[in-house]
């Protein structure tokens, strides 16, 4: 069994921080790709960054410059560094990692943690 938990969400004040933590857990071969995704209230999960096994990182437009995604692959955890935060930030965030298994599996799949709110809010 594969368990993705994160941590780190909460209310914060406009212009303020986060850090988001998702660490992986279980029956794990290795783990490709790892992401941070958010769903508002109303709108569909989009993606906010995502980062490959060797750093390569890719970002929303929205959150360029303000967020920072990183990982350590010996503690299978990715982290999202949140600065400056916005309003329109506010959304569960769900952390995804393309997760193979086993080290004959031909397949990587996808997990997803339980999500964790944030808040930004005056």
């Known amino acids: 069994q594969v368990q993705l938990v994160e941590s780190g969400g909460g209310l914060v004040q406009p212009g303020g921080s986060l850090r988001l933590s998702c660490a992986a857990s279980g029956s794990i071969f290795s783990i490709n790709a790892m992401g941070w995704y958010r769903q508002a209230p109303g709108k569909q999960r989009e993606l906010v960054a995502a980062i490959t096994s060797g750093g390569s990182a890719n970002y929303a437009d929205s959150v360029k410059g303000r967020f920072t995604i990183s990982r350590d692959n010996a503690k299978k955890t990715v982290y999202l560094e949140m600065n400056s935060l916005k309003p329109e930030d506010t959304a569960a965030y769900y952390c995804?990692?393309?997760?193979?298994?086993?080290?004959?599996?031909?397949?990587?799949?996808?997990?997803w943690g339980q999500g964790t709110q944030v808040t930004v809010s005056s």
């Open positions: 995804n990692a393309e997760i193979k298994k086993y080290r004959w599996s031909t397949v990587s799949s996808d997990y």
